[in-house]
């Protein structure tokens, strides 16, 4: 009689687990660095915005209109790595089958999810270094080293509520329906946080309504990053982390229910 | 039972999914080192079976084992690979990538140039997934399933949309993993692919397993065997003999359905000593395969 050991265990070394971890955040950046779908407009629209309005026109608004933009612009620079590498992505690899495959492997809890804000990070960063030196070598604008490094990294920590809230659509709608959502969440959210046009120039209601908006918040603290703001910090800073904590925890909710 | 061999199985497995009954208390075992094919007609149960076996769905009731603990728990998992009929991996990454990626879920990985051989993708290594052919990207998953150094390997429906080469080179891989000691299940449409690799073959109709064995004795399931030849005997005298179940006459040539080929041939050749081109042949899988789920609808509709 051979007496077979079925239940022997198989030790993964914890070394191996970091190295899964990292493996997994280098696939998902490479294949979106090769994506010009989603790379191009994603590192184009903000910049080529800016450019537009913010150094070629604004001058025409007043000395501080390149720095205002930069506040501007830059918010929504974060906003699509996040909606859209995080959101629309997870959305669609619910549907082709890729999330089911990575869950019958023994892929890492979260390694999933770390890996896909690894990478809205990055992207994250490329936008903001792509409009630092946009605003510092064509728009004129005066910034003091601390004022640069605080300006980055608001920009790439504030991509983090709005994968939450990529995150949270995803569960809601997947498959090819999810840009379409998507867009109706992050166009309109872009222009009622007065991104595109001061809120002060806007109908008084809607300017009521902004606090409502992520992106009003991370305005707030990215025009106070670069001077030119009311020193109001930490209200804006605390609505982001309890939203993106939120949205967290109603789609990991969601997730563990319906997969 | 220390002497047990099955390294997974369901036990009276039942899933629903809302009002349809996907799987009606199933069961289904794999031991050590053995290929069992699951075949069985679309909505069967097979899809859901391999899920409950892959800790993707849980059982509403029965017991879902893998290698003697929870398939929803990631160690279990570390001793399985897995390719899936529909899984669209990320066309922008490279073979190679793919596989150094899968490789670092697992503890101890089978080298990726060894699997890249063993799965006949050697010089696609660096090519992207997106632009390789479908029959190449069936491949590449096969070498991401064995990447893991896996006891065990579910193939689900591994040769879709592969010619005939790429389908024999496949098999022979699969082949390969079974000599090294890895139990497979697989499932299937193709029944000469069963035939071609099975150990065992386990029919699911309705989310029960309703026959199950060797590939002969699931053909032995089916008694009849059919008898083609060129006679001048008339087709309608030799439909009313006893033992012949049916008779088919296309183009001068006669096919008899019969399950006493013996006496049957014995009748022909004394009626017609010219008779000519002569075969017997024992119903195929696919034939065995229609009989067994056909009769498990006449019992389920009798009742």
């Known amino acids: 009689m051979t007496t077979i050991d079925s239940t022997a265990t ?3 070394r914890p070394g191996r687990i970091v190295a899964a971890y990292i493996e997994e955040a280098r696939a998902e950046c490479l294949r979106y660095l090769r994506n010009p779908g989603f790379l191009l407009p994603t590192l184009l629209f903000p910049s080529v915005f800016y450019l537009m309005f913010g150094v070629f026109l604004g001058r025409a608004n007043g000395p501080d209109a390149p720095l205002y933009l930069l506040a501007s612009y830059g918010t ?49 960063a490329m936008v903001s270094v792509i409009m630092l030196c946009l605003a510092v070598f064509l728009g004129g604008v005066h910034l003091t080293p601390s004022r640069i490094a605080t300006f980055f990294v608001l920009e790439v920590l504030g991509v983090l509520p709005f994968a939450a809230l990529g995150l949270f659509i995803a569960t809601l709608v997947k498959g090819q329906g999810a840009p379409g959502v998507v ?16 809120l002060s120039i806007m109908p008084s209601f809607l300017q009521a309504i902004a606090p409502l908006w992520p992106a009003y918040h991370l305005n707030r603290l990215a025009l106070d990053a670069v001077g030119l703001g009311d020193g109001v910090v930490w209200p804006h800073a605390g609505v ?7 949205l967290v925890l109603l789609a990991a909710r969601r997730l563990r229910r319906y997969g | 039972m220390n002497t047990d061999t099955r390294i997974a199985g369901l036990s ?27 075949l069985g007609p679309n909505g069967a149960g097979k899809s ?135 139990a497979v299940v697989l499932t299937t449409h193709y029944l000469e692919e069963a035939e071609a690799l099975a150990d065992r073959v386990c029919v699911i109709a309705k989310g029960r397993v309703v ?25 309608a005298a030799i439909a009313a003999w006893p033992e012949v179940v049916s008779v088919d006459m296309q183009q001068g040539r006669l096919t008899i359905a019969t399950a006493q080929a013996e006496v049957v041939v014995r009748r ?23 009989e067994i789920t056909r009769d498990t609808d006449a019992v389920q509709e009798a009742a």
């Open chain 2, 12 to 38: 009276g497995v039942r899933k629903r999914y809302g009002s349809i009954v996907a799987l009606d208390g199933i069961d289904l075992d794999i031991h050590r080192g053995e290929l069992v094919a699951l």
């Open chain 1, 10 to 12: 198989i030790v993964m």
């Open chain 2, 268 to 290: 022909l050749l004394d009626g017609d000593p010219a008779l000519c081109e002569l075969e017997v042949q024992r119903a195929g899988l696919a034939e065995a395969f229609q």
């Open chain 2, 48 to 182: 859901t079976s391999i899920g409950l076996l892959l800790g993707l769905q849980r059982a509403d009731a029965g017991e879902v084992v893998l290698f003697g603990g929870d398939p929803q728990e990631i160690a279990t998992r570390r001793r399985i690979g897995v390719m899936l009929q529909s899984a669209e991996l990320p066309p922008t990454l490279k073979v190679g990538e793919l596989l150094r990626l899968t490789a670092s879920y697992y503890p101890a990985p089978r080298d990726p140039t060894e699997c890249a051989a063993i799965a006949g993708i050697t010089n696609l290594l660096d090519r992207r997934y997106g632009k390789l052919s479908g029959g190449q990207q069936r491949r590449v998953q096969f070498a991401l399933a064995i990447v893991g150094g896996p006891e065990l390997l579910f193939l689900d429906e591994p040769t879709v949309g592969m010619d005939i080469d790429a389908r024999q080179s496949l098999w022979a891989a699969i082949r390969r993993m079974l000599r090294e000691g890895c």
């Open chain 2, 211 to 235: 026959s199950q064995g060797s590939v002969d004795s699931l053909r032995a399931h089916v008694a009849l065997r059919r008898i083609r030849c060129i006679t001048t005997l008339d087709a």
């Open chain 1, 240 to 246: 982001l982390a309890g939203f993106t904590v939120a």
């Open chain 1, 183 to 198: 867009n109706l969440v992050y166009l309109p959210m872009a222009f009622l946080s007065g991104l595109w046009f001061p």
């Open chain 1, 76 to 124: 929504f620079g974060v906003m699509a790595p996040g909606l859209f590498g995080f959101g629309v992505s997870l959305a669609l690899e619910r549907d082709t089958g890729l999330l089911t495959l990575k869950r019958a492997l023994p892929m890492p809890p979260g390694a999933y999810l770390l890996g896909k804000m690894c990478m809205a990070l990055l992207v994250v």
